[in-house]
């Protein structure tokens, strides 16, 4: 019931994000066991710290090769929208290209179980329905918010 009866007002431009809500900061990483260098120089950052092998890297990997993919990012913690139940980081950003407009992705959650099925904890849930939300006041055009295994799916 939280997540029902949430409201996100849209604020002025110069309240939303800045790229300073983008620096990574400091992060501790090793490639080949948390950290991933894109091959083609679509992603944000020079290494991509993930979270998990099975999931988060395959995801990583399917953005830096997919054609219509521009520039893609996995979100540093300091990119919160809040909620009531505390601020929420999406996992990645992303920007593909299609019939010659661009459209912004956020996906909040890359969780991964058995057949691809997405298994999330009830905060994660709630935290997520309050995301869309807070995506759907900002009425921007060509944003798109998912919850997602795969680049593909």
Request: net charge negative; proline share 5%.
């Amino acid at each position: 019931m939280i997540s029902e009866g949430i409201k996100y007002i849209r604020l002025p431009e110069d309240e939303w994000y800045t790229m300073l809500d983008l620096e990574p900061g400091e992060l501790v990483a090793y490639r080949g066991q948390n950290a991933w260098e894109p091959e083609h120089g679509k992603s944000l950052y020079s290494c991509v710290v993930y979270d998990s092998k099975t999931v988060e890297l395959p995801f990583a990997q399917e953005l830096d090769l997919a054609d219509e993919v521009l520039v893609f990012a996995k979100l540093p913690a300091r990119f919160t929208i809040d909620t009531p139940l505390g601020g929420y980081n999406p996992d990645w950003a992303y920007v593909v290209e299609r019939d010659g407009e661009h459209h912004v992705y956020f996906v909040t959650e890359t969780k991964g179980g058995g057949n691809n099925a997405i298994r999330m904890t009830a905060e994660e849930e709630i935290k997520t329905e309050c995301a869309k939300k807070h995506f759907a006041a900002l009425g921007v055009e060509g944003l798109t918010y998912t919850v997602r295994t795969t680049y593909r799916d």
